[in-house]
Protein backbone atom coordinates (compact mmCIF):
# COMPACT_ATOMS: atom_id res chain seq x y z
CA UNK A 1 0.00 0.00 0.00
CA UNK A 2 1.48 3.43 -1.02
CA UNK A 3 0.43 7.06 0.31
CA UNK A 4 -0.53 9.02 -3.10
CA UNK A 5 -1.09 12.52 -0.10
CA UNK A 6 -2.27 13.21 2.87
CA UNK A 7 -4.22 16.51 3.88
CA UNK A 8 -4.89 16.99 7.95
CA UNK A 9 -7.25 20.53 8.28
CA UNK A 10 -10.18 21.59 10.78
CA UNK A 11 -13.12 21.65 8.04
CA UNK A 12 -15.69 23.82 7.53
CA UNK A 13 -18.31 23.75 4.68
CA UNK A 14 -16.13 26.33 2.98
CA UNK A 15 -13.27 24.02 3.17
CA UNK A 16 -15.05 21.35 0.44
CA UNK A 17 -14.16 23.15 -2.17
CA UNK A 18 -9.85 23.20 -1.59
CA UNK A 19 -10.37 19.64 0.10
CA UNK A 20 -11.71 17.89 -3.88
CA UNK A 21 -8.64 20.25 -5.16
CA UNK A 22 -6.53 18.02 -3.18
CA UNK A 23 -7.90 15.16 -4.16
CA UNK A 24 -7.93 16.22 -7.85
CA UNK A 25 -4.47 17.42 -7.42
CA UNK A 26 -2.95 13.99 -6.23
CA UNK A 27 -5.37 12.01 -8.32
CA UNK A 28 -3.67 14.16 -11.73
CA UNK A 29 0.22 13.18 -10.18
CA UNK A 30 -0.88 9.40 -11.00
CA UNK A 31 -3.16 9.80 -14.28
CA UNK A 32 -6.35 8.45 -12.70
CA UNK A 33 -8.94 9.93 -15.64
CA UNK A 34 -11.76 12.64 -14.48
CA UNK A 35 -14.90 10.45 -14.23
CA UNK A 36 -13.13 8.78 -11.66
CA UNK A 37 -11.99 11.85 -10.18
CA UNK A 38 -15.57 13.49 -10.08
CA UNK A 39 -16.77 10.23 -8.54
CA UNK A 40 -14.34 10.76 -6.11
CA UNK A 41 -14.84 14.16 -5.18
CA UNK A 42 -18.90 13.47 -4.94
CA UNK A 43 -18.55 10.62 -2.22
CA UNK A 44 -16.20 12.80 -0.28
CA UNK A 45 -18.09 15.74 -0.48
CA UNK A 46 -21.47 14.04 0.17
CA UNK A 47 -19.81 12.17 3.59
CA UNK A 48 -17.62 15.26 4.97
CA UNK A 49 -20.58 17.56 4.63
CA UNK A 50 -22.31 14.90 6.38
CA UNK A 51 -19.83 14.77 9.32
CA UNK A 52 -19.58 18.42 9.48
CA UNK A 53 -23.56 19.37 9.66
CA UNK A 54 -24.57 16.05 11.84
CA UNK A 55 -21.15 14.62 13.62
CA UNK A 56 -19.45 18.02 14.54
CA UNK A 57 -22.59 20.51 14.10
CA UNK A 58 -20.42 22.71 12.03
CA UNK A 59 -16.99 22.31 11.78
CA UNK A 60 -14.01 19.94 13.12
CA UNK A 61 -10.89 17.88 12.36
CA UNK A 62 -11.15 15.55 9.17
CA UNK A 63 -7.98 13.45 7.89
CA UNK A 64 -7.89 12.31 4.26
CA UNK A 65 -5.44 10.08 2.90
CA UNK A 66 -5.29 9.10 -0.76
CA UNK A 67 -3.27 5.52 -0.96
CA UNK A 68 -3.20 2.91 -3.98
CA UNK A 69 -3.16 -0.93 -3.05
CA UNK A 70 -2.34 -2.51 -6.44
CA UNK A 71 -4.65 -1.44 -9.41
CA UNK A 72 -6.97 -0.08 -6.47
CA UNK A 73 -7.33 3.46 -5.28
CA UNK A 74 -8.26 4.29 -1.71
CA UNK A 75 -9.63 6.78 -0.06
CA UNK A 76 -9.58 6.93 3.88
CA UNK A 77 -11.17 9.67 5.47
CA UNK A 78 -11.00 9.47 9.53
CA UNK A 79 -12.72 12.24 11.91
CA UNK A 80 -13.31 12.65 15.76
CA UNK A 81 -17.33 13.01 15.53
CA UNK A 82 -19.50 10.65 17.64
CA UNK A 83 -19.58 6.84 15.52
CA UNK A 84 -22.01 7.25 12.90
CA UNK A 85 -21.62 4.37 10.29
CA UNK A 86 -23.04 5.70 6.92
CA UNK A 87 -22.82 2.47 4.95
CA UNK A 88 -25.25 0.64 7.57
CA UNK A 89 -28.06 3.68 5.73
CA UNK A 90 -30.04 1.04 4.60
CA UNK A 91 -29.96 1.01 0.58
CA UNK A 92 -32.81 3.34 -0.63
CA UNK A 93 -35.37 1.66 -2.33
CA UNK A 94 -35.47 3.71 -6.03
CA UNK A 95 -39.07 2.32 -7.04
CA UNK A 96 -40.17 3.85 -4.18
CA UNK A 97 -41.17 7.84 -3.30
CA UNK A 98 -38.38 10.10 -2.31
CA UNK A 99 -40.67 11.03 0.65
CA UNK A 100 -40.65 7.24 2.05
CA UNK A 101 -36.59 6.97 2.00
CA UNK A 102 -34.70 7.86 5.29
CA UNK A 103 -33.19 11.43 5.46
CA UNK A 104 -29.53 12.46 4.91
CA UNK A 105 -30.01 9.36 2.66
CA UNK A 106 -29.48 11.31 -0.76
CA UNK A 107 -25.90 12.43 -0.05
CA UNK A 108 -25.18 8.10 1.04
CA UNK A 109 -26.92 7.39 -1.84
CA UNK A 110 -24.68 9.40 -4.20
CA UNK A 111 -21.20 8.11 -2.52
CA UNK A 112 -22.58 3.97 -2.88
CA UNK A 113 -23.04 5.23 -6.70
CA UNK A 114 -19.89 6.49 -7.31
CA UNK A 115 -17.45 4.25 -5.44
CA UNK A 116 -16.67 0.24 -5.61
CA UNK A 117 -15.84 0.18 -2.13
CA UNK A 118 -17.64 1.76 1.05
CA UNK A 119 -16.89 0.83 4.61
CA UNK A 120 -16.44 2.06 8.19
CA UNK A 121 -14.84 1.11 11.40
CA UNK A 122 -15.29 3.35 14.80
CA UNK A 123 -11.37 4.05 15.66
CA UNK A 124 -10.15 3.00 18.97
CA UNK A 125 -9.63 6.19 20.69
CA UNK A 126 -13.04 7.70 19.26
CA UNK A 127 -14.43 8.86 16.00
CA UNK A 128 -14.30 7.14 12.64
CA UNK A 129 -12.90 5.88 10.03
CA UNK A 130 -14.48 5.58 6.29
CA UNK A 131 -12.84 3.87 3.44
CA UNK A 132 -13.75 4.31 -0.26
CA UNK A 133 -11.97 2.75 -3.07
CA UNK A 134 -12.18 2.59 -6.91
CA UNK A 135 -11.21 -0.99 -8.25
CA UNK A 136 -8.80 -1.84 -10.59
CA UNK A 137 -8.94 2.01 -11.59
CA UNK A 138 -4.60 1.62 -12.62
CA UNK A 139 -3.34 -0.33 -15.53
CA UNK A 140 -2.40 -3.83 -15.08
CA UNK A 141 1.67 -3.92 -14.26
CA UNK A 142 3.43 -4.76 -17.72
CA UNK A 143 4.98 -8.20 -17.58
CA UNK A 144 8.85 -8.24 -18.00
CA UNK B 1 -19.03 29.57 -7.77
CA UNK B 2 -20.40 32.31 -9.60
CA UNK B 3 -24.19 33.44 -10.23
CA UNK B 4 -24.85 35.87 -12.88
CA UNK B 5 -28.59 36.82 -13.46
CA UNK B 6 -29.75 38.43 -16.70
CA UNK B 7 -33.01 39.48 -17.83
CA UNK B 8 -34.80 38.82 -20.71
CA UNK B 9 -37.85 40.37 -22.42
CA UNK B 10 -41.42 39.22 -22.66
CA UNK B 11 -44.21 38.90 -20.01
CA UNK B 12 -44.60 37.82 -17.72
CA UNK B 13 -40.83 38.49 -16.58
CA UNK B 14 -38.35 35.67 -17.57
CA UNK B 15 -34.88 35.81 -15.95
CA UNK B 16 -31.65 33.46 -16.78
CA UNK B 17 -29.19 32.33 -13.81
CA UNK B 18 -25.78 31.45 -15.25
CA UNK B 19 -23.83 28.78 -12.61
CA UNK B 20 -19.59 28.81 -12.50
CA UNK B 21 -17.67 26.64 -10.84
CA UNK B 22 -18.90 24.26 -8.24
CA UNK B 23 -22.12 23.84 -6.22
CA UNK B 24 -22.13 21.91 -2.61
CA UNK B 25 -23.48 22.72 0.87
CA UNK B 26 -21.01 25.65 1.77
CA UNK B 27 -23.09 28.08 -1.56
CA UNK B 28 -26.47 26.33 -2.25
CA UNK B 29 -28.29 28.94 -0.16
CA UNK B 30 -26.86 31.56 -2.19
CA UNK B 31 -28.32 30.46 -5.12
CA UNK B 32 -31.44 29.84 -3.22
CA UNK B 33 -31.34 33.46 -2.34
CA UNK B 34 -30.61 34.30 -5.69
CA UNK B 35 -33.60 32.97 -6.91
CA UNK B 36 -35.81 34.29 -4.50
CA UNK B 37 -34.85 37.89 -4.89
CA UNK B 38 -35.19 37.38 -8.95
CA UNK B 39 -38.83 36.33 -7.86
CA UNK B 40 -39.61 38.85 -5.42
CA UNK B 41 -38.56 41.55 -8.12
CA UNK B 42 -41.39 40.02 -10.65
CA UNK B 43 -39.42 37.06 -12.19
CA UNK B 44 -41.97 34.07 -13.01
CA UNK B 45 -39.93 31.83 -15.24
CA UNK B 46 -36.50 31.07 -14.42
CA UNK B 47 -33.91 28.99 -17.06
CA UNK B 48 -31.05 27.92 -14.96
CA UNK B 49 -27.93 27.54 -17.17
CA UNK B 50 -25.72 24.51 -16.05
CA UNK B 51 -23.27 24.42 -18.90
CA UNK B 52 -19.91 25.87 -16.63
CA UNK B 53 -21.55 24.43 -13.44
CA UNK B 54 -18.61 21.77 -13.08
CA UNK B 55 -18.99 19.95 -9.38
CA UNK B 56 -22.69 19.79 -7.76
CA UNK B 57 -23.12 17.66 -5.12
CA UNK B 58 -26.82 16.91 -3.24
CA UNK B 59 -26.85 19.87 -1.77
CA UNK B 60 -27.34 21.41 -5.24
CA UNK B 61 -30.23 19.10 -5.72
CA UNK B 62 -31.94 20.77 -2.56
CA UNK B 63 -31.10 24.29 -4.15
CA UNK B 64 -32.92 23.15 -7.46
CA UNK B 65 -36.01 21.59 -5.83
CA UNK B 66 -36.57 24.87 -3.39
CA UNK B 67 -36.18 26.92 -6.53
CA UNK B 68 -39.19 25.51 -8.21
CA UNK B 69 -40.96 25.22 -4.94
CA UNK B 70 -40.29 29.32 -4.63
CA UNK B 71 -41.63 29.76 -8.19
CA UNK B 72 -44.65 27.82 -7.52
CA UNK B 73 -45.40 30.28 -5.10
CA UNK B 74 -44.70 27.99 -2.25
CA UNK B 75 -42.74 28.22 0.68
CA UNK B 76 -38.87 27.55 0.13
CA UNK B 77 -38.17 23.95 1.74
CA UNK B 78 -36.80 24.19 5.21
CA UNK B 79 -33.17 24.03 4.87
CA UNK B 80 -32.51 24.02 8.49
CA UNK B 81 -34.21 20.97 8.46
CA UNK B 82 -31.37 19.36 6.72
CA UNK B 83 -31.70 16.96 4.43
CA UNK B 84 -35.37 15.81 5.40
CA UNK B 85 -36.02 19.33 2.72
CA UNK B 86 -35.52 16.97 -0.11
CA UNK B 87 -38.24 13.90 1.13
CA UNK B 88 -40.86 16.75 -0.40
CA UNK B 89 -39.15 16.29 -3.88
CA UNK B 90 -40.35 12.46 -4.38
CA UNK B 91 -44.63 13.89 -3.53
CA UNK B 92 -43.32 17.61 -6.33
CA UNK B 93 -42.35 14.49 -8.59
CA UNK B 94 -45.66 12.75 -8.97
CA UNK B 95 -46.98 16.29 -9.99
CA UNK B 96 -45.45 16.08 -13.37
CA UNK B 97 -42.54 18.60 -14.43
CA UNK B 98 -41.86 21.58 -12.86
CA UNK B 99 -43.49 24.19 -15.44
CA UNK B 100 -41.81 27.63 -14.79
CA UNK B 101 -37.87 26.16 -13.55
CA UNK B 102 -35.72 25.03 -16.90
CA UNK B 103 -32.44 23.51 -16.88
CA UNK B 104 -29.77 24.03 -19.75
CA UNK B 105 -26.72 21.66 -20.88
CA UNK B 106 -25.44 19.65 -17.44
CA UNK B 107 -22.36 18.73 -17.84
CA UNK B 108 -22.38 14.41 -18.05
CA UNK B 109 -21.51 14.15 -14.47
CA UNK B 110 -24.22 16.32 -13.25
CA UNK B 111 -26.58 14.96 -15.75
CA UNK B 112 -26.54 11.63 -14.44
CA UNK B 113 -26.53 12.86 -10.72
CA UNK B 114 -30.11 14.42 -11.59
CA UNK B 115 -30.92 11.07 -13.85
CA UNK B 116 -29.89 8.77 -10.94
CA UNK B 117 -32.01 10.87 -8.14
CA UNK B 118 -34.93 11.00 -10.55
CA UNK B 119 -34.50 14.66 -10.69
CA UNK B 120 -34.64 14.50 -14.78
CA UNK B 121 -38.15 13.73 -14.30
CA UNK B 122 -39.53 16.81 -12.33
CA UNK B 123 -37.35 19.29 -14.18
CA UNK B 124 -37.31 19.97 -18.32
CA UNK B 125 -33.65 19.90 -19.29
CA UNK B 126 -32.56 21.41 -22.53
CA UNK B 127 -29.47 21.82 -25.01
CA UNK B 128 -29.07 24.74 -25.05
CA UNK B 129 -30.17 28.30 -23.39
CA UNK B 130 -32.23 29.36 -26.56
CA UNK B 131 -34.51 26.56 -26.72
CA UNK B 132 -34.99 26.68 -23.00
CA UNK B 133 -36.39 30.12 -23.52
CA UNK B 134 -38.28 28.86 -26.84
CA UNK B 135 -39.88 26.26 -24.80
CA UNK B 136 -41.49 29.16 -22.66
CA UNK B 137 -42.98 31.08 -25.67
CA UNK B 138 -43.93 27.91 -26.61
CA UNK B 139 -46.45 27.25 -24.36
CA UNK B 140 -47.83 30.36 -23.80
Given at each position: METLGALRLDARLEDLSRIRQFITQTASVVEIDQAA???????????????????????????????????????????????????????????????????????????????????????????????????????????? | MQIKTESVAGTPALSIIGLEGELDASNFKDLIGAAQKLYEQGTRRLVLDLSRLNFMSSSGLVALHSIARIFRGDAPSDLEAGWSAIHAMGEDVQRGTEPSVKLVNPQPKIASTLQKTGMDRFFAIYPDLQAAVNSFHDNR
Open positions: VYDLNLAITELITNTLLYGYGGAGPIEIEILRADRDLLIRLRDKAPPFDPTGHPPPDITQPLESRPPGGMGVYLTRLSVDRFSHRRLPRGGNEISLGKVSIFPPAKEE | -
